[in-house]
């Protein structure tokens, strides 16, 4: 049975723990709501870039694009957002056991002999991700770009993407990230960057101003092929923000559940305490009243 200084240090090393776990809690929650906020912000732009295209769309002209041309698939890229840090709970696992099964379902759609490259961004991410590495499995461990990564260097990644779709390198690209719903709701999802979906270019149309007419210069698919660039950019934008508030998000529930049982441990601890202290007590009692004396 511990004694009664070793339950009092342990009550003090369990009150250290919850002050620690409820500060990062601050914190995270902090900068939760700061990409949540740069999240919001990337919506206006988005929504104007895909409105342009709803417009070009809508003028009864052809357009052509090596971005939107689907091809044979031998060979598919996964981008997979992770974490840099940790103390997120299982927020990493998730996406691994997501990226798995999503493996399992390209063999399926393309067959046993389509080839894969998985790109992991984050340090955890990068370190569960490589042990898939197989001959038909090729993972890119060197990748200059992190949670923490600013415009420039999205913008430089996701042409380079753009660049390898169009020379023929790889026939599909694929974005692994965790989709942002509330503080206490995200999941992982897939996301199919090239080649791009029409289906994602229409539906943005403001039906107000459609009878507004237009004059595209110098040509609606110049244009088209102008504006295709800017929209994958501004989903891995969106992509990127939204796993840095889903990151945070998931490491303010972590450190929730931490400091919810610290305070349990810590209650728990009191009150062994208290127990023993009053049975420390009582038998110094019963020693006066026994007229012993204790050396």
Same mark, same amino acid.
């Given at each position: 049975?511990?004694?009664?200084?070793?339950?009092?240090?342990?009550?003090?090393?369990?009150?250290?723990?919850?002050?620690?776990?409820?500060?990062?809690?601050?914190?995270?929650?902090?900068?939760?709501?700061?990409?949540?906020?740069? =999240?919001?912000?990337?919506?206006?732009?988005?929504? #104007?870039?895909?409105?342009?295209?709803?417009?070009?769309? &809508?003028?009864?002209?052809?357009?052509?694009?090596?971005?939107?041309?689907?091809?044979?698939?031998?060979?598919?890229?996964?981008?997979?957002?992770?974490?840099?840090?940790?103390?997120?709970? %299982?927020?990493?696992? #998730?996406?691994?056991?997501?990226?798995?099964?999503?493996? %399992?379902?390209?063999?399926? $759609?393309?067959?046993?002999?389509?080839?894969?490259? $998985?790109?992991?961004? /984050?340090?955890?991410?990068?370190? %569960?991700?490589?042990?898939?590495? #197989?001959?038909?499995?090729?993972?890119? /461990?060197?990748?200059?770009? &992190?949670?923490?990564?600013?415009?420039?260097?999205?913008?430089?990644? !996701? &042409? @380079?993407?753009?660049?390898?779709?169009?020379? =023929?390198?790889?026939?599909?690209?694929?974005?692994?990230?965790?989709?942002?719903?509330?503080?206490?709701? @995200?999941?992982?999802?897939?996301?199919? *960057?090239?080649?791009?979906?029409?289906?994602?270019?229409?539906?943005? *149309?403001?039906?107000?101003?459609?009878?507004?007419?237009? *004059?595209?210069?110098?040509?609606?698919?110049?244009?088209?092929?102008?504006?295709?660039?800017?929209?994958?950019?501004? !989903?891995?934008?969106?992509?990127?923000?939204?796993?840095?508030?889903?990151?945070?998000?998931?490491?303010?529930?972590?450190? #929730?559940?931490?400091?919810?049982?610290?305070? &349990?441990?810590?209650?728990?601890? @009191?009150?062994?305490?208290?127990?023993?202290?009053? @049975?420390?007590?009582?038998?110094? *009692? +019963?020693?006066? +009243?026994?007229?012993?004396?204790?050396?």
């Amino acid at each position: 049975m511990a004694t009664l200084r070793e339950l009092k240090g342990r009550i003090g090393s369990v009150k250290s723990s919850e002050k620690i776990t409820g500060a990062m809690k601050m914190i995270s929650s902090a900068k939760m709501h700061k990409a949540d906020g740069v =999240l919001r912000s990337l919506v206006p732009y988005r929504h #104007q870039i895909k409105t342009i295209i709803a417009h070009l769309l &809508n003028s009864d002209n052809n357009y052509d694009s090596p971005l939107i041309t689907p091809r044979e698939v031998n060979h598919i890229s996964i981008v997979v957002f992770g974490s840099d840090d940790g103390l997120c709970g %299982a927020y990493n696992i #998730q996406i691994f056991k997501y990226l798995i099964t999503k493996l %399992a379902e390209y063999k399926t $759609i393309y067959g046993n002999n389509v080839r894969f490259r $998985i790109l992991p961004i /984050g340090k955890k991410m990068v370190k %569960a991700v490589s042990k898939l590495a #197989q001959s038909d499995i090729e993972v890119v /461990g060197n990748i200059q770009l &992190n949670t923490r990564s600013q415009l420039e260097e999205i913008k430089v990644f !996701t &042409n @380079q993407l753009q660049n390898e779709f169009i020379s =023929l390198e790889t026939d599909k690209i694929a974005v692994i990230y965790t989709h942002f719903k509330s503080v206490s709701k @995200q999941f992982p999802v897939i996301d199919e *960057l090239f080649p791009i979906d029409p289906a994602k270019l229409s539906g943005e *149309l403001d039906h107000n101003n459609t009878n507004k007419p237009y *004059l595209f210069e110098p040509d609606p698919n110049t244009i088209f092929n102008s504006v295709l660039p800017l929209f994958v950019l501004s !989903t891995m934008q969106e992509i990127a923000a939204e796993n840095n508030a889903s990151e945070q998000a998931a490491r303010v529930m972590a450190m #929730q559940s931490a400091n919810d049982n610290a305070k &349990n441990l810590l209650e728990e601890l @009191q009150i062994v305490y208290n127990k023993l202290r009053q @049975q420390s007590i009582t038998t110094e *009692l +019963l020693d006066i +009243l026994g007229g012993q004396v204790k050396e």
